[in-house]
């Protein structure tokens, strides 16, 4: 954009309005087409273009103005600067299309409008239809109106399907019949226009039984391509099905189902018929029938996930569904709301039913808040996702947010168990509990701290530290988080990488659980990487369980053995039973851990409380090669 400003700095009025390329479009002409707003509404506001260079069409003889080609390209902005600048919005090209017929029928030769570009513009086609008010039923060289226009067009119903409603609601006329004796209504089916269809049929009752020369109806061209959607929307509004046999149809349901599914993409156009449909199944099911009821949600699968607006949600509350009633369908219980949320159509609808004033907090089905049900979906996403997961907490209140489902866990303890720190955030802000514990069915004790630290989600662990999570804290057990990261709490295994730095976040790592087992004694895996956390946090390699068992005697592996020994381990500890490490190490047969302890001096004359030294183990056990080293037998 800059570059372009500092192109036409140095342009004079001629050379802004000479024709430039075998189009002929001037340079302004093509700064409009391009959408560089900014350098165009930097040309206006100088006065380096005025009303008459606004208006002026190309030089070829097409009659292009910039505003013709802003209503072909859907540019509302452009439309409104231009517009605002004095621009002609009556203006025709020599085939006599004005605005309207540009916004539904965007072609001339040699000008292709990019298909993202289409998209784009679906909203603001209507924006700038509102803003005309030129001739809507202006004809152009071949009779067309805009209306017949745009319904004479095939594939276009994609970018161009809300202007139907605009062009009826700005007075279009609508008895225009084709060369095959077809209506705007037989027009609009043939080619695609599903959302004109529907209104034609309820603003024009007169096109409901027209044949066209061959004798067709609607009904017969719905029946045709098997449009059950369309076929019932005209019987519904009046159409007689004569002799047309439709044949076994699908449930009503199913039907309203697979009209969301031909919703593709941004191609909005088929919405209005699906939502038709629904109303049309909502209003026939009897509120009191739980069998009816739950058949009306298994639409919002596709409903949901192909309109972003959940305009299925306005249907129901128009008819007074109560969002939060439990339904037992199919021997299972649910609620429209809590539906709605499991299925992860993104927090829009999240938004929507508390626009609607749905109860956002009151728990219904096994105990669980909306705010629970959102914490527990997989933080496996894209930050754009995660920023919503935080957006959603505004809706829930901090009670709904520490409420304990039938499962004993709360929303804060899933979000920190599937990793959502921007909605722990969102939560620390509204003053819910980080430190809240579980209750039973889970165990008791357990924290949102301990539940990152058993997933592996050090940036959240970092967060909760941070923000007054008690890292002393004990479940049951007597297990504190550092507990939790060495442990296989969650689905798989950490790596570690993930144990690692969840360690490195907590500030207490020496804590025993009930047994008198601390952190330390659960390492059995990646000492390398772990073991020095540990050291550096200055644990005592000595301490014992309530067996007198230090690390050592828990697990003898020979490179555990080695560092620990290295941080003042005491070799000649024994448990309560009298066993040293070198005891157990031959009798859980690591025999390379009991070489190793041997050659450092451990004792293996010293008796256990059964009077078994560490000799006679390795002569029973069959250790020659610890024997060896045993050169000093009593």
């Known amino acids: 954009m800059r570059d372009a400003r500092a192109c036409i700095e140095g342009c004079s009025k001629e050379e802004l309005i000479s024709p430039v390329g075998r189009y002929g479009l001037t340079l302004f002409h093509l700064l409009v087409w391009h959408n560089f707003y900014d350098t165009v509404a930097y040309l206006l506001s100088q006065g380096r273009i005025g009303r008459e260079e606004i208006n002026m069409p190309d030089h070829k003889g097409n009659g292009l103005t910039s505003f013709l080609l802003t209503c072909m390209y859907g540019n509302l902005p452009m439309a409104k600067l231009l517009l605002a600048h004095g621009a002609d919005g009556s203006a025709c090209d020599k085939r006599g299309m004005n605005g309207y017929h540009f916004l539904a029928w965007p072609r001339f030769e040699g000008l292709e409008l990019a ?3 289409e998209g784009h513009s679906v909203g603001q086609r209507a924006g700038i239809a509102r803003l005309l008010d030129c001739d809507i039923n202006k004809k152009e060289e071949n009779g067309l109106t805009p209306l017949a226009r745009l319904l004479a067009t095939e594939y276009s119903s994609s970018y161009t399907w809300p202007l139907a409603e605009v062009f009826l609601e700005k007075g279009a006329e609508t008895d225009y019949v084709d060369e095959n004796g077809n209506s705007l209504l037989m027009m609009a089916m043939a080619n695609g226009h599903k959302t004109a269809a529907l209104k034609l049929m309820g603003q024009c009752p007169e096109m409901l039984n027209k044949a066209n020369n061959k004798g067709q109806t609607p009904v ?3 029946a045709s391509f098997r449009s059950e959607a369309m076929y019932i929307a005209l019987t519904d509004h009046g159409a007689e099905p004569g002799d047309v046999d439709m044949g076994d149809m699908f449930p009503l349901s199913q039907i309203a189902s697979n009209a969301f599914c031909g919703i593709n993409g941004d191609d909005k156009d088929g919405l209005a018929i699906a939502l ?3 109303k049309k199944l909502i209003n026939q099911a009897d509120l009191d029938d739980d069998d009816e009821l739950g058949e009306v949600t ?3 699968h596709n409903a949901l996930i192909t309109d972003e607006d959940a305009g299925v949600l306005d249907l129901f509350q128009e008819v007074g569904f109560d969002f939060t009633v439990p339904i037992h369908y199919r021997g299972d219980r649910l609620c429209l709301r809590d539906a709605c949320l499991q299925m992860g159509y993104g927090f829009g ?6 626009g609607l004033g749905v109860d956002m907090d009151k728990a219904v089905i096994d105990g669980r808040t909306p705010a629970n049900i959102l914490a527990w979906k997989d933080r496996r996403r894209s930050p754009e996702d995660e920023a919503l997961f935080e957006e959603a907490v505004k809706f829930f209140s901090k009670e709904s947010m520490e409420e304990l489902d039938r499962y004993g866990v709360a929303a804060v303890h899933l979000a920190a168990r599937e990793g ?16 809240l514990a579980e209750d039973v069915p889970a165990q008791p004790g357990i924290t949102p701290l301990h539940e990152a630290c058993a997933f592996g989600h050090a940036d959240v662990v970092r967060f909760l530290v941070s923000a007054g999570a008690d890292d002393t804290a004990k479940n049951l057990d007597g297990e504190t988080p550092a507990h939790f990261a060495l442990m296989d709490k969650g689905y798989g295994k950490l ?17 025993p659980r009930n047994d008198g087992q601390v952190p330390l004694m659960l390492l059995h895996r990646d000492i390398d990487l772990l073991l020095p956390i540990f050291l550096e946090k200055g644990v005592d390699v000595n301490r014992t369980d309530n067996n007198g068992m230090t690390a050592m005697m828990l697990y003898p592996d020979k490179d555990l053995i080695k560092e620990l020994l290295r941080a003042g381990a005491d070799i000649h500890l024994a448990d309560k039973e009298g066993n040293t490490a070198l005891h157990h190490a031959l009798k859980e047969c690591h025999e390379s851990a009991a070489r190793f302890l041997v050659k450092k001096g451990a004792n293996y004359n010293c008796p ?3 009077g078994e030294t560490p000799v006679q183990i390795a002569a029973e056990g069959g250790f020659d090669m610890v024997l060896d080293l045993m050169t000093d037998i009593e």
């Open 115 to 117: 298909s993202e570009a």
């Open 220 to 222: 017969f061209r719905a």
């Open 276 to 278: 038709y449909l629904t």
């Open 298 to 300: 298994e639409i919002l």
């Open 349 to 354: 609808v999240v938004r929507k039913m508390a």
């Open 420 to 435: 959502h720190i921007g909605m722990l955030r969102a939560m620390v802000e509204k003053g819910v509990d980080i430190n």
């Open 495 to 511: 790596n570690g990488e993930q144990r690692g730095s969840v360690l490195k976040e907590l500030k207490h790592v020496d804590i």
């Open 608 to 610: 256990n409380n059964e």
